[in-house]
């Protein structure tokens, strides 16, 4: 396989061996009121609806790296994020990464905050995490980013 890399976006260090780490989905049969085999799907982004949605989605995800951009829709950087995070998702899947990609609106059709929102504590956005093996292993928002002020890391 040619070597190529792979933009994941302020990782760190422990960006390499989090992709390595990436093996197979364990897919469980179909449950009523949780993610059909659909959501799982790769090269395709999910919109999460709430935290019980996000749970089922970890869980099916097993090994795979799952990375959560959390939004709002009136947000400016969040809707250029979320057009890079589609790319981001379509080259994964071309490089055969096993890696799950998910997005939620902060807000509801009433303007209230989402029981994700409340449950993170996500305090700004736009918002990035990451989960492995169903634990949150690493937090960036765009202020994290800014302050590093140097190049996102790639991942070769």
Not at 68 to 80: D, I, L, M
Not at 94 to 120: I, K, Y
Not at 123 to 135: E, K, L, Q
């Amino acid at each position: 396989m040619a070597q190529t890399s792979l933009y994941l976006g302020c990782l760190g260090p422990d960006a390499a061996a989090l992709c390595q780490a990436v093996a197979t989905v364990a897919i469980p049969p179909n449950t009523p009121g949780h993610p059909t085999l659909q959501d799982v799907t790769f090269g395709k982004v999910v919109e999460i609806k709430d935290l019980e949605h996000l749970d089922s989605l970890v869980d099916k995800a097993g090994n795979s790296l799952v990375v959560v951009c959390f939004y709002t829709r009136s947000c400016g950087a969040c809707k250029a994020l979320l057009q890079e995070f589609q790319h981001l998702c379509e080259e994964a899947k071309a490089q055969q990464v096993r890696a799950v990609f998910a997005r939620h609106n902060l807000l509801d059709e009433f303007d209230s905050w989402s029981d994700l929102s409340v449950w993170h504590k996500i305090r700004a956005v736009p918002t990035i995490m990451f989960y492995d093996v169903g634990a949150v292993v690493k937090k960036v928002t765009l202020h994290d980013v800014r302050r590093m002020g140097e190049a996102a890391p790639t991942v070769s």
